[in-house]
């Protein structure tokens, strides 16, 4: 008998099966608890095995850059090559063994950024395993202290100045770009405005950010992934991605 998979291998096999149309994989999601939380995905119209099967006739590429596992919770940061190249970061709450619920956050494929880096590129593998909790609690008080509150002179309290890597499509390297960023304006109000932080989730020193908040104005989905080092924040990716009117959603869950 094949020893079992972890969580995390078993969302990996799942998002490869979207690629491969493979319906084994699926049997990890108890379609009859599944909750959705894409705000364009009709629930329960079309059968995960079937909506796979589907889109592999498409030819997309499916690549899962890293995923990490966070008690009932696997996170994974993903490349998807369909009718267009997007970024996205899937979450899966497990509940007796199987997935039960799902939240993402995709954004077109944009950059490199000014500094070369890619929306992917750099580390994969989670390590420091014993520092998880302070490394959620320190990028908790980042989301709360600097970006919700807006409180910019302690980005260097959070950040390595002298080393930390941005993979935003839109930042240079270093920490006054995003400090820049962080400032901007949009019609006299901060253009990037994180309003509320909904969960962080964390494996060793990767922990991710889901918040909200708005963008140019527009209602907003903020995933911010993190990597830690010494007590520091070193490195970032994140995806943005509007949140559609309640009256164009295709399910009643919500985004978040």
Do not use: C
Request: aromatic fraction near 8%.
């Amino acid at each position: 008998m094949d020893q079992k998979k972890s969580k995390k291998d078993q969302i990996h096999a799942l998002l490869k099966s979207i690629e491969t149309g493979d319906p084994e994989p699926i049997a990890v999601v108890n379609e009859a608890k599944y909750i959705q939380h894409n705000p364009q995905t009709h629930e329960g119209s079309e059968g995960l095995a079937a909506l796979f099967k589907r889109l592999s006739k498409t030819g997309p590429r499916v690549n899962i850059v890293r995923a990490f596992e966070d008690g009932d919770f696997v996170f994974a940061h993903t490349e998807y090559d369909f009718s267009r190249r997007n970024i996205g970061f899937e979450v899966f709450r497990f509940e007796d063994e199987r997935a039960v619920e799902h939240w993402d956050n995709i954004q077109p494929r944009l950059g490199p950024n000014p500094a070369g880096h890619s929306m992917v590129d750099g580390p994969t593998e989670a390590a420091d395993h014993t520092h998880t909790e302070n490394n959620r609690k320190l990028v908790q008080t980042f989301v709360e202290s600097v970006l919700i509150n807006g409180d910019l002179d302690r980005l260097t309290d959070f950040l390595n100045p002298r080393d930390f890597t941005d993979h935003n499509p839109r930042l240079g390297e270093g920490i006054d770009a995003l400090q820049q960023e962080l400032a901007s304006t949009h019609e006299g109000q901060r253009r990037i405005n994180y309003q509320r932080s909904h969960r962080i989730l964390a494996e060793g020193n990767f922990v991710l950010s889901i918040s909200e908040g708005s963008f140019e104005d527009k209602h907003t989905a903020f995933y911010d992934l993190f990597r830690v080092s010494e007590g520091k924040l070193v490195e970032h990716w994140d995806t943005t991605e509007h949140i559609a009117p309640k009256s164009e959603w295709k399910n009643k869950n919500g985004k978040f």
